[in-house]
């Protein structure tokens, strides 16, 4: 085998993923010596997603979509994986928190619907007045784009474009990479507005890195640091063991549903490989618990997981997926199409800032602002972005923020399962168009009564 500079296919990777850690160790520089960047509190992967962005797009950084990309899928799923795995604290809020995976994805899906009756009046709008040529079912696009992010705003925006929409994946795909920046910049300024108002824990003179007690980095029974095999190697093994078992069961799932459905295995088969962290979270609670009761029958004496270096693991995947996912940001051409998409970039970032202002306050009274952060970050971004937003004002995942998204999101494939069938319909013709629109806020009446209700029947209790 050939190890020279030759084998671009043996060194590429590794030389891309060296400038991401060099990025990302100048990004954190910056914030801690320039007083202008660290008053800001602008996360340090934000800064080095931004650098690499600035960076790449002027040529200067061989870095490539398609690997940051692959970095971003992969990082999601090994940091979710690494959060799941570890052992809840006893009397947590999550414990004390009813239906709040229904609740969070009902607040998803309606987020969704709410951007979609936005981008539909926005777009019908334009399209009887100043764009007698716009394609009056591209509002549909807003959702793709800010709701649920590149992937499916790629998938949307080529499906129409056959259908009539010049310029339609472009547009999808400026769509989200407007909604990731609007997560960025809306996002920092409200952590700023938290910090100003002292409504949250945004600063770090509670959390020194470092600072770590014995109690808190090593739990009763758990393996002992003088141990033959590191207890960090430990970690790792788990995690990557539970991915390599996600894996398996989204190629089975695939597969079956090719054998038994394949005209539906076009549909479902994309969206269990996009949420395939929902796949390993559970899995990977489901191997907590397993080892939780092997203990107890006495089976196993040792705990194995360990959250302090968890919570290091997932950190260290949130902060690469931060940068990657950032980086690979890219606008297309959207000649004869800026003005629809300003507009629906402008609207749909500060009204969805205003419903999950509203609606968080009301689903999470407990950590409003921690939920606030991650849904917002998440509904105009990805969940990466939601994720680095909650890591400002809750760095070891206390609240059961982070949870609430991988919950929601479990939820919202269910209810959101209607969606499908609208982003179909809503192109055929006006009068389908139009009956589309009604649709969605049917819809979105009905699920923001099923939050109100369910909110309220705890209250009851």
Same mark, same amino acid.
């Given at each position: 085998?050939?190890?020279?500079?030759?084998?671009?296919?043996?060194?590429?990777?590794?030389?891309?993923?060296?400038?991401?850690?060099?990025?990302?160790?100048?990004?954190?520089?910056?914030?801690?010596?320039?007083?202008?960047?660290?008053?800001?509190?602008?996360?340090?992967?934000?800064?080095?997603?931004?650098?690499?962005?600035?960076?790449?797009?002027?040529?200067?950084?061989?870095?490539?979509?398609?690997?940051?990309?692959?970095?971003?899928?992969?990082?999601?799923?090994?940091?979710?994986?690494?959060?799941?795995?570890?052992?809840?604290?006893?009397?947590?809020?999550?414990?004390?928190?009813?239906?709040?995976?229904?609740?969070?994805?009902?607040?998803?899906?309606?987020?969704?619907?709410?951007?979609?009756?936005?981008?539909?009046?926005?777009?019908?709008?334009?399209?009887?007045?100043?764009?007698?040529?716009?394609?009056?079912?591209?509002?549909?696009?807003?959702?793709?784009?800010?709701?649920?992010?590149?992937?499916?705003?790629?998938?949307?925006?080529?499906?129409?474009?056959?259908?009539?929409?010049?310029?339609?994946?472009? $547009?999808?795909?400026?769509?989200?990479?407007?909604?990731?920046?609007?997560?960025?910049?809306?996002?920092?300024?409200?952590?700023?507005?938290?910090?100003?108002?002292?409504?949250?824990?945004?600063?770090?003179?509670?959390?020194?890195?470092?600072?770590?007690?014995?109690?808190?980095?090593?739990?009763?029974?758990?393996?002992?640091?003088?141990?033959?095999?590191?207890?960090?190697?430990?970690?790792?093994?788990?995690?990557?063991?539970?991915?390599?078992?996600?894996?398996?069961?989204?190629?089975?799932?695939?597969?079956?549903?090719?054998?038994?459905?394949?005209?539906?295995?076009?549909?479902?088969?994309?969206?269990?490989?996009? $949420?395939?962290?929902?796949?390993?979270?559970?899995?990977?609670?489901?191997?907590?618990?397993?080892?939780?009761?092997?203990?107890?029958?006495?089976?196993?004496?040792?705990?194995?997981?360990?959250?302090?270096?968890?919570?290091?693991?997932?950190?260290?995947?949130?902060? $690469?997926?931060?940068?990657?996912?950032?980086?690979?940001?890219?606008?297309?051409?959207?000649?004869?199409?800026?003005?629809?998409?300003?507009?629906?970039?402008?609207?749909?970032?500060?009204?969805?800032?205003?419903?999950?202002?509203?609606?968080?306050?009301?689903?999470?009274?407990?950590?409003?602002?921690?939920?606030?952060?991650?849904?917002?970050?998440?509904?105009?971004?990805?969940?990466?972005?939601?994720?680095?937003?909650?890591?400002?004002?809750?760095?070891?995942?206390?609240?059961?923020?982070?949870?609430?998204?991988?919950?929601?999101?479990?939820?919202?494939?269910?209810?959101?399962?209607?969606?499908?069938?609208?982003?179909?319909?809503?192109?055929?013709?006006?009068?389908?168009?139009?009956?589309?629109?009604?649709?969605?806020?049917?819809?979105?009446?009905?699920?923001?009564?099923?939050?109100?209700?369910?909110?309220?029947?705890?209250?009851?209790?």
């Amino acid at each position: 085998m050939d190890f020279s500079a030759a084998n671009t296919e043996l060194w590429n990777s590794v030389l891309q993923l060296g400038i991401m850690a060099g990025i990302l160790l100048l990004a954190n520089v910056l914030r801690r010596k320039v007083d202008i960047v660290r008053k800001s509190m602008v996360p340090t992967a934000v800064l080095g997603g931004f650098i690499a962005l600035i960076l790449r797009t002027a040529g200067i950084l061989p870095m490539t979509g398609e690997f940051l990309e692959t970095v971003t899928y992969h990082t999601i799923a090994i940091g979710f994986i690494a959060l799941s795995l570890r052992n809840p604290e006893k009397n947590s809020d999550s414990d004390k928190s009813d239906f709040v995976g229904l609740r969070s994805g009902a607040l998803i899906v309606s987020t969704y619907l709410l951007q979609g009756i936005l981008g539909l009046v926005i777009s019908i709008g334009l399209a009887y007045t100043i764009c007698p040529g716009l394609f009056k079912a591209s509002g549909i696009l807003l959702p793709m784009g800010y709701g649920q992010g590149p992937g499916q705003a790629n998938n949307v925006g080529s499906t129409y474009e056959q259908l009539g929409f010049k310029g339609g994946q472009s $547009f999808g795909l400026s769509i989200a990479a407007a909604g990731f920046l609007c997560a960025c910049i809306v996002g920092v300024i409200y952590l700023n507005y938290l910090k100003r108002h002292k409504l949250a824990n945004t600063g770090s003179a509670d959390y020194v890195s470092g600072s770590v007690t014995v109690d808190f980095f090593q739990d009763r029974n758990e393996i002992p640091i003088s141990e033959s095999i590191d207890r960090l190697s430990v970690q790792v093994a788990l995690v990557m063991l539970i991915y390599l078992g996600t894996y398996l069961v989204s190629l089975g799932l695939t597969s079956g549903v090719a054998r038994l459905a394949p005209g539906f295995a076009k549909t479902i088969s994309p969206v269990i490989w996009g $949420f395939n962290f929902i796949i390993g979270s559970v899995l990977a609670i489901v191997c907590r618990m397993v080892f939780g009761q092997l203990r107890r029958v006495k089976l196993m004496t040792r705990q194995y997981p360990n959250n302090y270096l968890l919570s290091r693991i997932s950190g260290a995947a949130f902060d $690469f997926m931060t940068i990657a996912g950032i980086a690979a940001i890219d606008f297309r051409d959207l000649t004869g199409l800026w003005i629809p998409f300003i507009l629906m970039a402008v609207v749909g970032g500060v009204v969805t800032f205003i419903y999950l202002k509203w609606a968080c306050k009301k689903l999470y009274p407990d950590y409003e602002h921690e939920g606030m952060v991650s849904m917002y970050g998440m509904l105009t971004g990805t969940i990466s972005s939601g994720v680095l937003l909650l890591r400002e004002i809750d760095n070891s995942f206390k609240t059961p923020a982070a949870n609430n998204l991988l919950t929601g999101s479990s939820f919202a494939i269910v209810l959101g399962a209607p969606l499908l069938v609208l982003i179909g319909m809503a192109p055929e013709s006006d009068f389908m168009l139009f009956v589309t629109f009604g649709l969605l806020v049917v819809y979105f009446i009905l699920l923001l009564l099923l939050m109100l209700k369910v909110k309220r029947k705890k209250a009851v209790k």
